[in-house]
């Protein structure tokens, strides 16, 4: 949907519910880089649904990054507490949550 996710997917393959803010703060900057506002907050409310709020920082931080290239993707990363592992894991309930997320929304996290 938004080359945000898109990188932020990529580092997921590469390597409960969190606070409403921070759905709210990925929709914006979601909405900041040109995409549907509809879309961005229906995406981000699913994210909300199906992530960790630490999950949910480490998407927050990617959206907001400069760059987001592998190693900065791995150093926020590293600075969230997320681990090769729990980046895997999250990749697996994002690929879970996929076909919610398309039906629900129309979109997809990984476009």
């Given at each position: 949907m938004?080359?945000?996710?898109?990188?932020?997917?990529?580092?997921?393959?590469?390597?409960?519910a969190?606070?409403?803010?921070?759905?709210?703060?990925?929709?914006?900057?979601?909405?900041?880089?040109?995409?549907?506002?509809?879309?961005?907050?229906?995406?981000?409310?699913?994210?909300?649904?199906?992530?960790?709020?630490?999950?949910?920082?480490?998407?927050l931080?990617?959206?907001?990054?400069?760059?987001?290239d592998?190693?900065?993707?791995?150093?926020?990363a590293?600075e969230?507490?997320?681990t090769?592992?729990s980046?895997?894991?999250?990749t697996?309930?994002m690929?879970?949550?996929?076909?919610t997320?398309?039906?629900?929304c129309?979109?997809?996290?990984?476009?």
């Amino acid at each position: 949907m938004t080359r945000f996710l898109t990188a932020a997917a990529a580092a997921f393959l590469l390597a409960g519910a969190a606070g409403a803010d921070i759905a709210d703060d990925i929709a914006a900057e979601c909405i900041s880089e040109g995409e549907n506002a509809e879309d961005c907050r229906c995406v981000a409310d699913q994210m909300d649904a199906h992530l960790t709020e630490q999950e949910m920082q480490f998407m927050l931080r990617i959206a907001q990054a400069e760059t987001r290239d592998q190693q900065t993707m791995m150093s926020i990363a590293s600075e969230t507490g997320m681990t090769v592992e729990s980046l895997a894991a999250m990749t697996q309930k994002m690929v879970d949550a996929e076909p919610t997320v398309r039906e629900i929304c129309g979109s997809s996290l990984f476009e």
